[in-house]
């Protein structure tokens, strides 16, 4: 079977998340467990693709990831020479020598996306692309589909409301001589355009969960999906529950996870490694606590995700929010949730319990800043 | 489109499968139906008389394989076709394969040979006798020829393939050599699977993925032959082909391959609609002509469906009294009986069936036949059973619908049922020069108009259906034309999403259903740029004190209803006729997502079958 090699791009500055991240790559941020980029190579896994070059910042920080997955496949780790997508691309222009699957490695959805991608090509030859329907085209490369469901063209960043526009979903199957050609247009879209023209891309048109994590907020729809797929409590031999604890699942618990007294953990949460939760907290569904995190006791946390070795001080409520790697919010912190009806930020969670609706936004909290103590965050603050 | 299929196997089929070739490649065939079911038929070469047996019928595989007799027939080397009739009657004849004048050489074939007119009447001359009207029969034809000739068969094919233009793929089985299946591929799909001691050659995968996952993809302009000790594949431009290098080893369900290019057929199907319109549109002419004639003539006028059909014909009637001023009277096919004693002779029955083999309204026009009335088929399936039983029909162009839950085929009915009313209209004068016009210059942009519709609240449904995904009940309420269209916007969202949903006139909420509103109940508006617009917005604010989740359809720049409504998609502002098409779509979305975000498949609606044959 002639191999397809995966091309991901994990790379990239991430401007918009910034704050979170500290400037370390946002394929690097963790997600209930797991990092992002796992959830990446997890799929090409899936797919059936045994072999991937992954374009990174800095391969250093990728070899432990390379490792784990060099069971499954062989991986090479390139580090990115110029900027943008196209630099990411042009970076390891030498390395591909035939169709290649272009992924981006910061779009999470399922599997079956790239998996029917690659069905497309290996049953009809086609060459293809993953278009999904998202509705802030613009900040996203689209492609316009004719009456009769064909690519007539792509365009760059563009406005609201273009009529029959699909968002590229960040997975191709293309022939080698895109990078030829990207190498003399220099833009993607392009690029796109001319081999659209001259072997009809096909499209898929995606219609599940896709996550583009391009903002603090995405990581908050991409826990829902990731999480609502845990159907059963998972605890560790190792963690130290309190027998007073009430764990409501389903729930992963994971290795030196102490629940003290009294606490209550509501599913589906993901709660990390040697993570405390101290009495009387409450942990409310969709929480991923990403390990070493502190929750003091009587602490209140809803819908939120908290990277690595965050803490969070006693009797603080932390809702619809994002706390970054290492940040500490000292004790009696309060994030507001509630907007009002007629405000809908788009990245906000919309939300209908016992009949009402309501809109949610808290706080992002960045990579190692302190919230000091008795604040009150108003949604959308950030702290970096 | 159609399918084609072509195995090859040790001894034969009961050692191999466990049962007849004739039976492996029914069961071939039944994996390739999305691509076309009109007709019907394979070539086996019977191993003892060494003969070619060639079966084949028009109708779909499950209706006519007892006749057919797959099970009869075993054998070492068999080919076999489903077809899809464009242009063309679907015909015992026409039903592939065709075969030259000795019977000696048996083709199937997908695509078309566009110079094949050329060709047959050289052949002709030659004295060739042909049987079909098919551009297929050209194949056996020509290859018979060469060989007479003394070219070999690969030769002759070769010489074949140089001489006919077209898009094309191709199978071949020749009694002088019945160890070899020869294939060609020009454009259209072709695929060889290769097993242990059988070898496949399909235009798609599922037609062979339980008995072997390995593939060698054809390209444009490779030909060759399969046999069990050889695989040769040479391409017309690069030569003799190294296919060794080019088997890939599969792991999917045979399913993927279908629904190219969507997760499901449901979807695919909406997204085809536009192209569906396009084509309805353009292939209906004629019986335009004659429908008028029979309908303006008429005493009365009944129109009969089932399921969505029916919700099509109630829209029928609505547009005849509106655009044509005429009366009708549309009724669920099922409940023909209380019209058993009303049929009589000049009576005009239009009877509305995707598949053209609904059995009740099948019943229906055998009913209303019997007692003298004329019957109008309006249906999908050229030649089923109710266009045959007819005395004209009209067909909807719009392809082969798998998904069970009924998109594009109601769309391009309500398309057919447009353009009936606006050809009375002319005639009866009922509506005014200007609407007509209108009507007119809308149509031609129906397929944009529509197309641009799904895509630009795909995203927004997308996103509501989360909201949408939590409910328990709906409603969808809609005034006179809104009615049919709430109707079957309620009916999708029963079907795939299940959830209970109820569709009826907006006037009617006060006489009882309102007692139902509770906080964040959703209500579905669909407000058609007509004067009961205002009305409609009334309703609105019934539900709305009452604590409902208001969700419209409204025209372009209708400020009052965007201010009262919670969820607004504005929708072109068209005449309320043919707006019905474009309105019809953001509810199938709807149904579509939602089904989706529950966790549901919306191509296998439990306890639902897609035509519905029995009583």
Known sequence: ?384 | MCGIIGIICKIGGLKVFNKPLGEVIKESLINLEYRGYDSVGFAIIDPTTREMVIRKSKGKIREIEKRLGFNEYDGAIAIGHTRWATHGKPSDINAHPHTDCTNAIAVVHNGIIHNYMEIKKKLILKGHVFKSETDTEVIPHLIEEYLKQGYSLLESLRKAIKEMKGAYALALISIHEPDKIYFVRNVSPLIIGVGKNALFVSSDIPAFLKYTNKIIVLEDGDFGYISLNEIYIENIEKGIIDWKSKVRIIDWTPEMAMKAGYPHYMLKEIHEQPLALKNTLMSISNELDEISKLLINAKRIFITGAGTSFHASLAGEYLLNLIAGLNATSFISSEYMRFRKVFREGDVLIAVSQSGETIDTLMAVREAKKKGAKIIAISNIIDSAIPRESDIAIYTRAGPEIGVAATKTFTAQLLVFILIAYKLGEITGHEDKETLNNINEELKRISDITQNIISTYEPFIKKLAEKLATKTNAFYLGRVLGVPISMEGALKLKEIAYIHAEAYPAGESKHGPIALIESGFPVFFTILDDELKELILGNVEEMKARGALTIGLVPKGYEQAKEKLDVVMEMPRLTPYTAIIPYITPYQLIAYYTAVTRGYDPDRPRNLAKTVTVE
């Not at chain 1, 490792?67 to 062989?74: A, D, P, T």
């Not at chain 1, 391009?214 to 409590?233: E, H, M």
């Not at chain 1, 808290?362 to 008795?374: C, E, L, N, S």
Request: a neutral charge; hydrophobic letters at 40%; charged letters at 25%.
């Open chain 1, 1 to 384: 079977m002639p191999e397809i090699t995966a091309l991901i791009l994990a790379g990239g500055a991430g401007e918009r998340i910034k704050l979170i991240t500290g400037g370390k790559p946002k394929t690097l941020l963790k997600l209930a467990g797991k990092y992002i980029i796992e959830y990446v190579l997890d799929n090409v896994r899936n797919a059936g693709i045994t072999r991937a070059i992954m374009v990174v910042n800095d391969p250093r920080e990728y070899e432990d990831i390379a490792i784990k997955y060099g069971k499954y496949m062989q991986i090479d780790l390139i580090p990115q020479k110029l900027p943008e997508i196209e630099g990411a691309i042009l970076s390891v222009k030498d390395m591909i020598r035939s169709d290649f699957m272009l992924i981006y490695g910061d779009i999470i959805a399922p599997s079956d996306m790239y998996k029917e991608l690659l069905y497309m090509y290996i049953s009809n030859n086609n060459y293809g692309i993953v278009l999904v329907p998202e509705e802030e085209l613009e900040t996203y490369g689209i492609a316009i589909i004719s009456v009769a469901g064909k690519i007539q063209s792509f365009i760059e960043n563009p406005s609201r409301g273009t009529p029959n526009a699909y968002v590229i979903g960040g997975a191709f199957i293309l022939p080698r001589e895109f990078i030829e050609v990207l190498e003399t247009y220099g833009s993607v879209i392009k690029a796109l355009d001319y081999i659209n023209k001259k072997y009809r891309l096909k499209p898929y048109l995606w219609s599940g969960w896709w996550i583009d994590i391009g903002y603090p907020w995405d990581l908050l729809r991409a826990s829902f999906y990731v999480l609502k797929q845990i159907n059963k409590t998972i605890i560790s031999d190792n963690a130290i529950i309190s027998p007073k604890a009430v764990i409501d699942g389903p729930v992963i618990i994971e290795d030196k996870v102490e629940i003290d007294h009294y606490a209550v953990i509501k599913g589906p949460a993901y709660i990390g490694k040697e993570t405390y939760i101290g009495t009387h907290s409450l942990v409310r569904n969709y929480v991923t606590l990403e390990g070493g995190n502190i929750i003091g006791a009587y602490c209140e946390i809803a819908w939120s995700n908290i990277q690595k070795d965050a803490s969070i001080g006693r009797g603080s409520y932390i809702g619809f929010s994002i706390i970054g790697s290492e940040a500490v919010v000292e004790p009696g912190v309060t994030t507001l949730n509630i907007l009002p009806k007629h405000m809908r930020p788009v990245r906000a969670i919309e939300l209908s319990k016992r009949g009402k609706e309501y809109v949610k936004l808290g706080a992002i909290i960045g990579h190692k800043a302190r919230v000091p103590a008795g604040k009150i965050l108003k949604p959308g603050e950030e702290i970096g």
